[in-house]
């Protein structure tokens, strides 16, 4: 049975909640693991992201329609390849807005594609507002809570619900405020750290294996979505 | 056998939108599998006969010929409904020909269905139109339709003005048609197809085409928008549409 392929959304209503840090992972993470990735920076005044990797990441301004085609046109591509869009906080509005109106979610899931949004979760009434409201305007659609540590201590699940009993809240450890330092650097990459640094398993070590693993067991918490959905609906259909 | 329905679709001012309207009335049909044939009056050259050229013919309404071809076929073509683009400047002399011809007489005795669509332009001019052309319509269903497709803003309408013009007709009702993404309306023009074809991904011919997805998706939005103003007005029903749906003609086109 064919799998849908994800389209991974990292999203948040405010600004420096970590969006960046998840989709620089996110990409990171698809790419040790062989898989091609194509990924969008939506914040044309300061495409970190697409600091981080210049030859993968399209800086795309949606806030007119000829952005809003080159993105959504190229996240609808019929290719093989695992899509990453960083929406920054400025995008946020816009984009969630046209992918309702233009019925997003259903020609993606028509072409073998599954949106999945990681809504950078924090404790501002405005993100938790924001979340309900974009379970309402888009209520098809897979949202998977993200708790970033390091931008809020606690976070309050129930505020967050999620869209799929299974996808239940990601948690992005706190890291120390020097080894922060280190993984901001523009040259640094997670997957080249896990796979290069010999010896005994520093501080980032365990961060990143463990986000890592989050991913793979969302991947397969998806995965165990479509195929009970199948079974139960004795289709192929996400 | 179901009564033949007539929508004229006109104003007095040019580049308000009647054709667009127009286009959105066919398509509107289409999707209902209503029978439906239509006339441009922009003769020689018609632009809805661009979009529509299987059911569109272009005719000069003020010429006896091109008037027996609209209205002595009414009860004998297939189609249920009969829409008629009025070239700017030409609705109030239309209107005139159609109580000469004895058009408005049939209407009255409700041999004949028949609604206008006003396509109201911004300037209190307008307003003028609507009481010049009101005196034609009595027996019709009459709709003022306020275009924003264009980007029109009403502006020069003072509420009261407004208000006093509309009491002087009790059954007029308002449409509202919203504007829709000025790119994804361009591109649709270029394409020359109907709305409907465009968010198929489909070119004149019926092939696939590559039209952008957010294009299409602005413009399933927006038709969908139209289209529930139109299901507002119970348009299906003024027309009988359930009736002409189940005609030989209208099964044939739904199997095709």
Request: charged share 20%; with cysteine; glycine share 6%.
């Amino acid at each position: 049975m064919a799998q849908p392929t994800p389209i991974y959304i990292a999203a948040s209503p405010r600004p420096r909640v970590g969006k960046t840090v998840l989709a620089r992972l996110l990409v990171e993470f698809l790419r040790s693991g062989g898989r091609p990735v194509g990924a969008y920076d939506l914040n044309p005044r300061e495409p970190v992201l697409a600091g981080y990797f210049p030859q993968l990441v399209s800086p795309i301004d949606i806030a007119d329609t000829h952005g809003q085609m080159v993105l959504f046109d190229q996240l609808i591509a019929r290719r093989p390849v695992t899509r990453v869009v960083d929406v920054g906080y400025g995008a946020y509005d816009q984009f969630f807005g046209v992918m309702a109106e233009i019925g997003f979610v259903r020609e993606a899931r028509r072409r073998m594609m599954e949106p999945v949004v990681l809504f950078a979760a924090d404790r501002a009434a405005a993100t938790v507002r924001a979340y309900a409201d974009l379970r309402r305007c888009l209520p098809d659609i897979t949202v998977v809570p993200v708790h970033n540590e390091f931008v809020s201590v606690t976070c309050d699940k129930d505020d967050f619900p999620p869209t799929r009993t299974a996808c239940r809240m990601i948690r992005i450890p706190r890291l120390s405020q020097l080894v922060r330092g280190v993984i901001d650097r523009p040259s640094f990459s997670f997957a080249a750290y896990l796979e290069a640094t010999p010896g005994t398993p520093t501080e980032i070590h365990g961060w990143v294996a463990g986000i890592f693993n989050e991913f793979r067991e969302l991947e397969l918490r998806l995965l165990m979505g479509t195929l009970g959905a199948s079974l139960s609906r004795g289709g192929g259909d996400w | 056998m179901t009564k033949p329905s007539v929508i004229v679709v006109g104003a007095d001012k040019g580049g308000v939108g009647k054709t667009t309207v127009s286009r959105t009335l066919l398509d509107y049909f289409t999707a209902h599998h209503v029978p439906t044939r239509a006339f441009d009056s922009e003769s020689p050259k018609g632009t809805l006969k661009r979009f529509h050229p299987d059911v569109t013919e272009v005719v000069d309404v003020t010429s006896v010929p091109d008037q027996m071809k609209i209205f002595d076929t009414l009860s004998n073509d297939d189609s249920k409904v009969t829409v008629i683009d009025v070239r700017a400047g030409l609705l109030s002399p239309t209107l005139r020909a159609l109580r000469d011809i004895g058009f408005l007489d049939s209407v009255k005795k409700g041999q004949i269905t028949f609604a206008v669509f006003h396509i109201l332009g911004s300037s209190i001019a307008s307003l003028n139109e609507i009481e010049e052309t009101a005196s034609f319509t009595a027996d019709a269903k009459y709709f003022l339709v306020k275009n924003y497709v264009n980007n029109t803003s009403f502006f020069e309408w003072d509420q009261a003005t407004h208000a006093a013009y509309f009491k002087k007709l009790k059954d007029a009702v308002e449409i509202t048609i919203p504007k829709l993404n000025e790119m994804a309306y361009e591109q649709v023009e270029l394409a020359s197809v109907p709305f409907l074809t465009f968010v198929a991904n489909k070119n004149p011919k019926g092939d696939a085409a590559n039209y952008s997805f957010v294009l299409r998706g602005y413009v399933r939005h927006w038709l969908g928008n139209v289209w529930a103003e139109y299901d507002r007005i119970k348009l299906n029903d003024i027309i009988g549409a359930a009736a002409a749906a189940n005609g030989p003609r209208a099964q044939a086109a739904a199997r095709s």
